[in-house]
Nanobody, 121 residues
């Protein structure tokens, strides 16, 4: 079982930055595929960014490309999402998700409880 806990959310003005963290309680964290998703009020949850287990490959939604950076520290069992040039449309609850290597691409077995990010104009 893997437990994920996000932190770092908050309120910021447009153009500002936040860094989200997701700590995982997993002995095999370095084997997990990690991603960030977000869900705005009244909308479906959407993919934000993904990072491979080794950290060598990253992938972003078009809406955040060039502004957000996903990274991981396998020694600390933590994945990060650095968010710069934030826009009001980035307002959402942000979730981290994890998948074992055997899980099909795009599917995730473990989810955090989410952290709120609010961007004001």
């Amino acid at each position: 079982q893997v437990h994920l806990g996000e932190s770092g959310g908050g309120s910021v003005q447009a153009g500002g930055s936040l860094r989200l963290s997701c700590a995982a309680s997993a002995r095999t964290f370095s084997n997990l595929r990690m991603s960030w998703f977000r869900q705005a009020p009244g909308k479906e949850r959407m993919f934000v960014a993904r990072i491979a287990s080794t950290g060598g490959h990253t992938y972003y939604a078009d809406s955040v490309k060039g502004r957000f950076t996903i990274s991981r520290d396998n020694a600390k069992n933590t994945v990060y999402l650095q968010m710069n040039s934030l826009k009001p449309e980035d307002t959402a609850v942000y979730y981290c998700a994890a998948a074992r290597p055997s899980t099909r691409p795009g599917e995730y077995e473990y989810w955090g409880q989410g952290t709120q990010v609010t961007v004001s104009s």
